[in-house]
């Protein structure tokens, strides 16, 4: 007989819970049983004092048996990627078809941006016809035809995560490393892919603002996706600065196909290639270099099916904005620093991302950066270029990028964009 009062205080009080104590909270709360007043002081007691390795793992299986556990039968090595999020960050876009070029099979379920990071769906979304939803079947069969779906995950997929995230959101309890690892992990391993890449960011323009906060999260999601038999590694990669030159929805788009194109800002074909390799080799096929494979174009035919099968013109013209405007280097000097978070929060106020999840995306807003951090300017030479269809969103965005760079004198010490990876 179990008592959500029992299973508070052992947290409260600084104890292990046991299996059978996390098996039946997290079962009771998606059943309704457990209120949210009792789930948000266990959350808070999580928050305070933790949970150790083997409990985080056991949390993520009840959250992943909360709901349907895809199982994906095709015939190819399945391999799927997760980012922890950050500004510009569009790599999903070229990644999956490049990895389903080398031969492995890529089941992608995106989210929606919430807050100054971009959502992989709302960015496809500006792709005329694009269709976000599409039912199990037509997931396997796109997989077995294309190699690569992105797509919206179901909602039968780990409910518990669902409603316990919201509860989160409100209790000031989402700062917590087992919480976080095992809401993310729950939602991946119940897509049932065999393998996992994870790029998790550090940074002003992160979730995780230090490396030292990624690499525990990293080592958190590791470990749990080990502990449930899914070969699983991370990469540790910096985003301090946004990824690229795009930032927003059809931008990123515009973007990810130029890399497809053989071409594209050399971040982000890098950090497009470390993670393919990752993921190549989780799957079984080190063998294959995904750098051929890029700039030969396969990579952009599988992309092309890949679009069309979800209803896509991938030839459509993309949404424009109707209004721009550009900040302009205000001295002469090389770039020394380029704020991601700044960058992040003023393509969202000029209408790239939404403030509630309900809320629409404008999908011609965003911002480019035409400089990057290292590079020589001259006084007038444009650093920002800022897209909206809603020029009332202007004044806003450039307040948020006030300081939002740096010209000095000497040139910046060069960051290594991946600080490491994590592997069990
Ligand atoms: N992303 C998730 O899916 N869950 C969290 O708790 C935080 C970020």
């Known amino acids: 007989m179990f008592t959500a009062i029992d299973v508070i205080r052992a947290k409260r009080d600084g104890h292990r819970l046991r299996d059978d104590q996390i098996d039946w909270v997290v079962d009771a709360y998606t059943r309704g049983v457990v209120a949210d007043e009792q789930m948000s002081a266990l959350a808070m007691a999580v928050y305070l004092n933790g949970m150790d ?17 895809l199982s994906l039968a095709v015939d190819r090595p399945t391999v799927d990627k997760h980012s922890t999020g950050g500004v510009g960050d569009k790599i999903t876009l070229p990644l999956a078809p490049l990895v389903a070029a080398c031969g492995a099979a890529v089941p992608q379920l995106s989210g929606r941006g919430l807050g100054h990071t971009g959502g992989t769906l709302d960015k496809l979304e500006s792709i005329p016809g694009w269709r976000a939803q599409l039912t199990v079947d037509e997931v396997q069969q796109q997989l077995r035809e294309v190699g690569a779906v992105i797509c919206a995950a179901t909602t039968g997929l780990a409910p518990a995560d669902r409603k316990l995230y919201a509860l989160r959101d409100v209790t000031a309890t989402v700062e917590s490393i087992p919480l976080i690892a095992s809401s993310i992990m729950s939602k991946k391993l119940a897509e049932g892919a065999s393998a996992l890449v994870l790029d998790v960011k550090f940074g002003s323009g992160a979730f995780m603002k230090t490396l030292a906060d990624a690499r525990r999260l990293a080592d958190a999601l590791v470990s749990i996706g080990h502990a449930h038999g899914v070969r ?36 982000v074909i890098d ?37 069309t099968a979800q209803g896509g013109d ?8 109707t209004h721009t405007h550009t900040v302009v280097a205000p001295t002469d000097g090389i770039l020394t620093s380029l704020d991601a978070y700044s960058i992040g929060v003023a393509a969202w106020r000029l209408g790239a991302g ?4 309900e809320d629409p995306v404008d999908p011609a807003a965003g911002i480019l950066c035409h400089t990057k951090p290292g590079t020589p300017v001259r006084a007038g030479d444009p650093i920002l270029e800022l897209h909206t269809t809603n020029p009332t969103t202007i004044p806003a965005a450039l307040t948020t990028l006030d300081g939002s760079f740096t010209i000095g004198s000497a040139a910046p010490t060069p960051r290594p964009l991946i600080a490491d990876t994590i592997r069990p």
Not at 249 to 267: I, R, T
């Open 314 to 321: 991938s030839a459509a013209p993309l949404p424009r904005p």
């Open 53 to 69: 390795a083997a409990e985080t793992a056991r949390w993520t299986a009840a959250m992943v048996n909360s709901g349907e556990v």
């Open 271 to 307: 950090l497009t290639l470390a993670l393919a390799r990752e993921m190549l080799s989780l799957a079984g096929l080190s063998h294959v270099d995904p750098a051929p494979v890029l700039a030969s174009g396969e990579a952009f035919e599988v992309w092309s099916r890949m679009i």
């Open 354 to 357: 939404r403030a509630r999840k």
């Open 232 to 267: 699983t590694s991370a990469l540790l990669t910096d985003m301090s600065v946004p990824l690229g030159r795009a930032v927003g929805n059809a931008v990123e788009v515009a973007e990810s196909v130029e890399v497809l194109q053989g071409g594209g800002p050399a971040d």
